[in-house]
């Protein structure tokens, strides 16, 4: 359950938003946008094995070494009339 305590001289709006920020952090809005409709079991294990392979190949790209060397690209310039 999430809770924000009203600082000292702090107003009523940034306390909602520092709520709203926990809110976002802690998952309170997916939850409740997936509980929203009725998923089939099989749509939702199909679902969570893309999102696992997602996942995985971010974190393979995240832990690959890089190679080679990036060079700036260069446009090639017109000469100018002189």
Same mark, same amino acid.
């Given at each position: ?9 702090? #107003? ?8 709203? !920020?926990?809110? *976002?952090?802690?998952?309170?809005? =997916? ?10 079991? #099989?749509?939702?294990r199909r679902r969570e094995r893309r999102e !696992?392979?997602? *996942?995985?190949?971010?974190?393979? =790209? ?21």
């Amino acid at each position: 359950m999430i809770k924000v305590q009203i600082r000292p001289n702090e #107003s009523l709006e940034a306390a909602l938003r520092r709520f709203k !920020r926990q809110c *976002n952090y802690g998952g309170v809005f =997916r939850l409740a946008k997936a509980n929203t409709w009725h998923e089939k079991r #099989s749509d939702k294990r199909r679902r969570e094995r893309r999102e !696992r392979l997602r *996942n995985i190949q971010k974190a393979t =790209r995240k832990n690959q070494p890089r190679t080679g060397v990036r060079r700036k690209r260069t446009m090639a310039r017109k000469p100018r009339p002189s």
